[in-house]
């Protein structure tokens, strides 16, 4: 075995899992997927504090022992885009959809995101916490350590708050790490009569609440013909930076506007969708330290032809993320590694990078890549033990694995 060891004046930890092989995804481990094989990896106050071969873990003392049986040990997944908190389904949408039913017809009858938005305003803040627990809980069987959530679906004052609010309550609730983004601009509410008027109202009353409450990590928009425009955008992302909020956008998904590279200006942390992205804006989002994030549910939903030129971003070395986008239209899908699945299918792009997507990359989309989303000295202790041959195997099928075991910041909270 290459020699990973860390510190080896280290002699007692608080916890040690041994007999494990290690997909760190560190890229300073040159082996695929950041392999240490015949491994263990010692934790301390939560954080990861020691890693080596079973025979120098022979030499650590420990408070508990954690037998590996040689299953492959992963850092917990993230989930770096979802909407996840909403109230209602679009089931009945869904089914109109394949009778053979228009956007324009559904729109008429109150559907689409006015469905949601209006189930989602309709909830009490217990109701719509109660409703989007057991989401997130289906994720947290997947591995998912870390998961952003999105607002949206309020529109308002009072409901966007009571949204963030919910999402606040999960972090408290669940052994989970959440990151929530105010997406005010998320589409133009029935209360409105134009899009300049929302936006300048999301200016001036909603993002000083938001600020000021401490409810949100970061802002996103939705940058599309049928959401708001790059100037619209601009004037919302120059509000949030200047109260400090880092920005995301929903880009470049049906159409160009440029919208990626307006999160460049702005030094923002990652850009979502990316369908319609052309290559020369590529250069301009790697030199802004951006991650692009790919959301291959809902390109499956939606039946998209139009693929993200994922291999000039490769081609470029621009960071790649995965998420699953869960939403009650476009992406109903509660599962991150069926989601992984559909990367490899449809994105053809490999395990490595899928499982790089969902781990080190989609900590950076999140800003948090100092804490979480590899296996180093120093990170936190976010981890999944899987009954798997090879880390490939995550990727493979679809509902064939889940985690036997899942730490988070070292604490097992998963069994099976």
């Given at each position: ?13 608080d ?6 092989h ?34 120098e ?5 420990a ?8 299953q ?23 089914e ?9 017809e559904?729109?008429?009858?109150g559907?689409g ?22 989401r997130?809980?289906k ?7 870390t998961v952003e ?7 308002n ?11 606040r ?11 929530t983004?105010?997406l005010?601009?998320h589409?133009?509410?029935?209360d ?11 200016i ?5 609440e938001v ?20 100037d ?25 506007l ?14 979502d969708?990316?369908?319609?992205l ?8 790697k ?8 959301l ?16 000039q971003m ?10 699953s ?6 992406s ?7 989601v992984?699945?559909?990367?490899c299918?449809?994105?053809k ?15 950076r ?15 936190k202790?976010?981890?999944?033990l899987?009954?798997?041959?090879s ?14 075991m ?10 099976l």
């Amino acid at each position: 075995m290459t020699d990973h060891s860390t510190n080896s004046s280290i002699t007692s930890v608080d916890t040690i899992i041994n007999s494990v092989h290690i997909a760190s995804m560190d890229e300073k481990i040159t082996e695929p997927y950041g392999t240490i094989r015949d491994a263990a990896i010692g934790i301390t106050d939560g954080k990861i504090s020691w890693l080596g071969s079973n025979h120098e873990a022979e030499n650590i003392t420990a408070n508990d022992t954690i037998a590996g049986e040689s299953q492959w040990l992963t850092p917990g997944l993230i989930d770096c885009h979802t909407h996840l908190v909403y109230g209602g389904n679009r089931a009945e949408e869904f089914e109109l959809k394949l009778s053979g039913a228009t956007y324009e017809e559904l729109s008429k009858k109150g559907g689409g995101i006015v469905s949601t938005v209006n189930a989602t305003r309709s909830l009490s803040e217990q109701a719509l916490f109660d409703a989007s627990a057991p989401r997130l809980q289906k994720l947290l069987a997947e591995g998912v350590t870390t998961v952003e959530i999105k607002s949206g679906y309020g529109l308002n004052l009072s409901d966007e708050m009571k949204m963030l609010r919910v999402a606040r309550k999960l972090h408290k609730s669940f052994p989970v790490d959440i990151k929530t983004t105010f997406l005010g601009a998320h589409a133009l509410p029935s209360d409105f009569d134009n899009k300049d008027s929302y936006i300048q109202f999301l200016i001036d009353t909603v993002l000083p609440e938001v600020s000021s409450q401490g409810l949100a990590d970061a802002v996103d928009f939705f940058c599309e013909g049928i959401g708001f425009s790059r100037d619209q955008c601009s004037r919302y992302a120059q509000a949030a930076t200047e109260l400090g909020l880092p920005v995301k956008g929903h880009v470049e998904q049906l159409s160009y506007l440029a919208g990626a590279k307006l999160v460049a200006e702005f030094g923002g942390l990652s850009v979502d969708h990316l369908e319609y992205l052309p290559e020369d804006d590529i250069p301009v989002l790697k030199d802004a330290n951006l991650v692009a994030v790919l959301l291959p549910g809902a390109f499956y939903s939606l039946r998209e032809t139009k693929m993200p030129p994922i291999k000039q971003m490769l081609e470029h070395e621009l960071p790649i993320a995965i998420a699953s986008d869960l939403n009650p239209g476009s992406s109903p899908i509660a599962s991150l590694l069926n989601v992984m699945n559909l990367a490899c299918v449809l994105y053809k792009m490999t395990p490595e990078v899928v499982l790089r997507g969902v781990t080190a990359n989609a900590a950076r989309a999140l800003g948090e890549q100092s804490e979480v989303g590899k296996i180093r000295k120093g990170l936190k202790a976010d981890l999944a033990l899987w009954p798997i041959d090879s880390p490939a195997q995550l990727c493979y099928g679809m509902n064939l694995v889940k985690p036997s075991m899942v730490f988070k910041e070292g604490r097992c909270v998963k069994s099976l």
